[in-house]
């Protein structure tokens, strides 16, 4: 029978073993997808989900303004 502490050694070393793969395939897919951006001089792509919130708060001021008169 193995001592409980080594099955859970075990248990840890694999799953930082998986975690660390999982994160260099993330810093991969991201870097391709620079590398994408990059070659297709897709600047704006990031912009375009800040746009959304700068035109929300653009509403809630023209609905202030429309308080006040």
């Given at each position: ?11 840890y070393k694999d799953a930082k073993e998986k975690a660390k ?23 704006n792509v990031d912009s375009s989900d800040s746009d959304d ?17």
């Open positions: 029978m193995k001592n409980p502490d080594d099955v859970y050694y075990k248990m793969a999982a994160k260099d395939i993330a810093i991969e897919a991201y870097l391709a997808a620079e590398e994408i951006k990059l070659t297709y001089n897709l600047n919130d700068s035109d929300s708060s653009s509403n809630d001021n023209d609905n202030d303004n429309d308080n006040d008169k």
